[in-house]
């Protein structure tokens, strides 16, 4: 079967499952209306979600489960294989991401909280899907050291499509990690996609650094995409409160946080630092004040929402909304905010390979979404 065929077969079941679905929620936006209709119910607390060559979708809950979804969400069944999970706090099973060969190597990778001796930390591990078993499962990044506390464990996971893959960290909560390039905590780390170093990563100044740094001086990463035009890894991370930061990383960089932030201490509102700048410190293509407790994020380049395209989109976990920001080059000139407390707090945000933009809602029967244009009368 070719692929034009197959995808048209998918479209075909997906415009039927629409037509039959009754779960859907219109908003009239700046440009046109959109409808978001609830394709799946009942997951807990899923944080990310990816898609098989097949149309088939993989979404992870935080609990630890790894669900296999059909192309119309349609719940197919759990992945077994993962590793021992540590869930607590905003710890647990994180981000998946299917290899760009997945169809020849069947590799996923996913990230996770894994606990020892002395804590909890981020781990990374890749392995190859047969069926709906992972197979082969090895460990490539382990976030050293562990430590106690709930917080800030990132993690989102890119392939640059040149055998790169970037890993994003939180600070753990322990702010000074974030500025220590022996402590990977608060970084974005870029291995190959075996796990080895790159030859051409950064180097940074102490001879001690982490293998496979790539930028520091991150609070807590939690959407990231590369972008199809330029190659360049856009990112957001949280602030405390306010200071959520739209940033670009590049090699060697350190961002700042906590020794600049335009945020400040929660209940008392007080400074955390004396300033917002300082030499050899990144300043944040955009921030939010308030913040928006932002999660998930994709650069939308589909066809079926038209009026998007070259567009940001971004959750907004805080104030239950999607963000859309309108960006020229490295600037973004304007901010739309939609769907505001219709779907809940949402977790992820991706462009399918069907054009469609889908969302995960984050809680105990969270949901899968996709948004689609309105048709204008």
Do not use: C
Not at 106 to 111: E, G, I, K, N, T
Not at 180 to 190: E, F, K, P
């Amino acid at each position: 079967m070719s692929i034009a065929k197959f995808w048209a077969g998918m479209l075909l079941a997906t415009a039927l499952f629409t037509a039959a679905a009754a779960d859907e929620v219109v908003d009239v936006t700046e440009k046109g209306s959109v409808r978001a209709l609830t394709l799946t119910e009942g997951l807990r607390y899923p944080w990310a979600l990816a898609f098989l060559p097949d149309a088939r979708m993989l979404v992870t809950e935080r609990e630890g489960r790894l669900q296999l979804l059909s192309a119309t969400g349609q719940k197919l069944g759990q992945v077994k294989g993962l590793p021992e999970i540590a869930a607590g706090g905003q710890g647990g099973l994180l981000d998946v991401l299917v290899h760009p060969d997945f169809a020849m190597n069947r590799v996923l990778y996913f990230s996770y909280v894994a606990e020892d001796i002395d804590g909890r930390g981020t781990e990374v591990a890749r392995a190859e899907l047969h069926g709906q078993t992972l197979r082969n499962r090895q460990v490539i990044f382990r976030l050293q050291p562990k430590s106690t506390g709930g917080r800030h464990f990132g993690s989102r996971l890119l392939h640059d499509g040149r055998g790169h893959l970037y890993i994003t960290l939180g600070d753990r909560g322990d702010r000074p990690r974030a500025q220590d390039v022996t402590d990977a905590a608060g970084s974005v780390i870029r291995l190959r996609d075996d796990g080895t170093v790159p030859d051409d990563n950064p180097v940074f100044a102490q001879k001690d650094a982490v293998p496979g740094l790539f930028s520091v001086g991150h609070r807590n990463i939690q959407g990231a995409f590369i972008h199809p035009k330029t190659g360049d890894v856009w990112l957001h991370e949280h602030g405390p409160q306010g200071g959520d930061e739209l940033n670009i990383a590049e090699a060697g960089k350190n961002y700042g946080w906590p020794v600049i932030t335009y945020g400040v201490n929660y209940v008392i509102g007080t400074r955390i630092v004396e300033g917002t700048h300082k030499p050899g410190m990144e300043q944040p293509l955009y921030y939010w004040v308030p913040s928006i407790a932002p999660s998930g994020m994709t650069y939308y380049t589909g066809d079926k929402l038209p009026q998007w395209r070259g567009d940001l989109l971004v959750g907004s976990l805080k104030f239950r909304t999607l963000v859309r920001l309108e960006v020229q080059g490295r600037e973004v000139v304007h901010e739309e905010r939609l769907f505001t407390d219709e779907l809940g707090r949402i977790r992820d945000v991706r462009t399918g390979p069907d054009g469609y933009v889908y969302v995960l809602t984050d809680a105990r029967n969270g949901k899968l979404v996709r948004l689609e244009a309105v048709a204008s009368e």
